[in-house]
């Protein structure tokens, strides 16, 4: 009966309308689609919600041969098979999760030539066992989707997909085609060099969300903030990301008091609990499930009307991916981070205590400081975020918290100068808090200690309150002429570009997150 689906003609548009019941190809579709059913190699970067799924599963559709996908996740995959056997595809999936019993007649289903598409985990593709499965059997296509977990550069490196750059060999002129949502050029360069795509043709389009509106806050009083920006979308569905388990479960049980019904979710709770509560979500139309970075990947919820993050992300693209999540209906959908220097600390020493190598290290806090670029920037946060994927953007998109309330800016060449002279003096060996105390001339058992009591820093930034200083030290740091070093407790020290500003050959500009005091806004006047 389903071969009826495809008998006449199986022109991808007759599939596209007849499987799918869609009317035409969106953006890039089309071309993709068809360089890949004509049996050419395709690198497909494509924003999340774009409709990267139809890119392999259409040409599955027209080749001989059973599309054989490479999936990361078992439940992504579970979602995919179960979608496409709605729709009257013949899909399957071989994975870990298959009874004994299940996955003979799966086997059978490919040796009998009956699959139009086979989902596969990388580690089972590559087995022995697999490459005879397949031997006999038409391969129409290989898909490699979430392709950037191949580069040690994204933000989901998997080592069982460096394996697959054995397939171009193994089975030439069969046509592949990765996929991801992750276009940032490190990431895009190294899909193509380990997976052999060196002349694939590479697909992009553009990265901007133009229904997604940006909101970054300072972090204050997290649950307060969080509490009025939910009250804003009552009767929707979102995600709230944490950075730890135990700060989901906190957040989960404290929002569910306050009368907002909520869901935790992350890698630690027990399967059962976890299915039911992603299911939960994928059903409601008014669940707030609160969740770690665990959650999302492959998730296809149209409605999420809303993402919040309580802490900064590790990097651009995961707050680009974990954002991305909203507003795949195109409907209009609200972002919103609050953050603050505890977290950038927290990042700086998750980065530097792991074990990746020094190398990998570098392009980590790179990636880092690029975010917390996006944060203190003052022009429009949708600017920030392409210009990061390489991407212009002419600014004024009026849909950011910058744009919406442009953020007054201030001259603070004398202040900067006088926090690096601060950091400078104290020989580079402090975080921000205790130079902060020095600022102020806050007498307490440390600045007594270290002598700071005694030096003309000492005092020196009382007419500009100590949150200032603390917004003034973050934004030095995300215009990089400060770092933060964990070998050395979390001490600031100076980068080479603050010679500039001590020799006033460069102006600082700080944007203003708080009303300065009174007698501080006089002094910048002046
Ligand atoms: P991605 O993998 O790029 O995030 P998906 O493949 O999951 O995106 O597609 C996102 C949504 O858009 C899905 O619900 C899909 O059915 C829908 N979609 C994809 N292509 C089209 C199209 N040409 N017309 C209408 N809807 C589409
Ligand atoms: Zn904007």
């Known amino acids: 009966s389903t071969d009826r689906l495809f008998d006449a003609g199986r022109t991808p548009l007759d599939v596209l309308k007849r499987v799918y019941g869609y009317d035409a190809f969106r953006g890039k579709q089309q071309e993709v689609v068809e360089h890949v059913t004509a049996g050419g190699d395709a690198v497909v970067l494509f924003p999340t919600g774009a409709g990267k799924s139809l890119c392999f599963q259409i040409p599955s559709l027209c080749r001989d041969g059973v599309g054989i996908v490479v999936s990361p996740l078992i439940a992504l995959m579970r979602d995919q098979v179960e979608a496409l056997k709605q729709l009257g595809v013949r899909a399957a999936a071989l994975n870990?999760?298959?009874?004994?019993?299940?996955?003979?007649?799966?086997?059978?289903?490919?040796?009998?030539?009956?699959?139009?598409?086979?989902?596969?985990?990388?580690?089972?593709?590559?087995?022995?066992?697999?490459?005879?499965?397949?031997?006999n059997a038409r391969i129409a296509l290989f898909a490699i989707d979430e392709a950037h977990c191949v580069s040690q550069w994204g933000h989901d490196f998997r080592p069982e997909y460096r394996a697959l750059d054995c397939l171009a060999e193994r089975y030439p002129g069969v046509p592949r085609i990765a996929l991801t949502a992750t276009a940032d050029p490190h990431t895009r360069d190294d899909i193509i060099e380990r997976l052999s795509l060196g002349t694939a043709r590479v697909f992009t389009t553009s990265f901007d969300r133009p229904n997604i509106s940006y909101d970054i806050v300072e972090r204050d009083q997290p649950r307060q903030q969080l509490l009025r920006f939910l009250s804003r979308h009552k009767d929707a569905s979102g995600i709230v990301y944490c950075l730890s388990r135990a700060k989901v479960e906190d957040t989960a049980e404290w929002l569910d008091k306050q009368g907002i019904r909520a869901l935790p979710y992350h890698a630690g709770l027990d399967r059962a609990v976890r299915d039911a509560h992603q299911d939960a979500f994928l059903k409601d139309e008014n669940l707030c499930l609160v969740a770690t970075v665990?959650?999302?990947?492959?998730?296809?919820?149209?409605?999420?009307?809303?993402?919040?993050?309580?802490?900064?992300?590790?990097?651009?693209?995961?707050?680009y991916q974990e954002t991305g999540r909203a507003g795949r209906d195109g409907q209009p959908s609200e972002v919103w981070m609050a953050y603050g220097m505890a977290d950038v600390l927290q990042r700086r020493r998750m980065i530097d205590e792991g074990d990746a190598a020094e190398e990998v290290k570098r392009v980590e806090r790179a990636k880092l400081n690029a975010l917390l670029a996006i944060c203190e920037t003052a022009s429009c946060r949708r600017q920030a975020i392409l210009a990061h994927f390489g991407e212009g953007h002419p600014g004024g998109c009026g849909n950011c918290d910058t744009c919406r309330n442009p953020v007054e800016t201030w001259d603070g060449t004398e202040a900067a100068i006088t926090a690096l002279a601060a950091v400078y003096r104290t020989g580079e060996r402090f975080g921000a808090g205790h130079v902060i105390d020095v600022l102020m001339g806050t007498v307490n058992e440390k600045t007594e200690r270290f002598g700071h009591v005694d030096m003309p820093v000492f005092g020196a930034g009382k007419d500009i309150a100590a949150r200032t200083w603390q917004s003034v030290f973050r934004q030095l740091l995300a215009m990089g002429l400060i770092r933060i070093d964990h070998t050395a407790y979390g001490a600031m020290k100076l980068e080479p570009e603050a010679r500039a500003v001590f020799r006033r050959e460069r102006e600082v500009r700080f944007r203003k997150d708080r009303p300065v005091s009174v007698k501080a806004a006089r002094n910048q006047r002046s």
Request: hydrophobic content about 45%; proline content about 5%.
């Open 294 to 319: 665990a959650f999302g990947m492959g998730i296809d919820k149209p409605d999420v009307r809303y993402v919040a993050h309580l802490d900064l992300p590790g990097s651009v693209e995961a707050y």
């Open 96 to 135: 870990s999760s298959l009874s004994r019993d299940e996955a003979i007649a799966v086997m059978r289903a490919v040796r009998t030539g009956e699959l139009d598409l086979l989902y596969v985990t990388p580690e089972r593709l590559v087995t022995e066992g697999f490459a005879e499965l397949i031997g």
